[in-house]
């Protein structure tokens, strides 16, 4: 019966602790290595609202087909986001081509 109890007792501290523990929520933004002026702006404030939220932002370039000889055009896309949203959040991954994806993570600032 002692067992139980401490069995029990133990369960009911791991659900506190559970519930206590803060959920990292990940949103993701999409582009195309030749993404519009105007569709980067759009894109850009949904950013700005995610990492406010404070939630972490992952970016990436998607190359499909032949579009994979843009790389420099993604990298460059992805690097301008992180400037214009350095006020926001904080790089935490670079840039990095991960097949036929270029990746890039932010995450908020802890003051906003």
Excluded: C, N
């Excluded at 499909?64 to 904080?90: C, N, P, V, Y």
């Amino acid at each position: 019966m002692d067992y139980k109890k401490f069995l029990y007792e133990q369960k009911k501290r791991d659900k506190a602790l559970k519930s206590k523990a803060t959920k990292v929520i990940i949103k993701e933004i999409r582009f195309g290595p030749q993404t519009d002026d105007h569709d980067y702006e759009f894109k850009k404030k949904h950013a700005e609202k995610f990492l406010k939220e404070g939630a972490k932002l992952k970016a990436f370039v998607f190359f499909k087909g032949r579009s994979i000889i843009f790389k420099e055009q993604g990298q460059i896309l992805l690097l301008k986001l992180a400037q214009d949203l350095e006020e926001f959040g904080k790089v935490e991954q670079m840039p990095r081509l991960e097949g036929k994806r270029m990746t890039m993570f932010i995450a908020p600032k802890k003051g906003k």
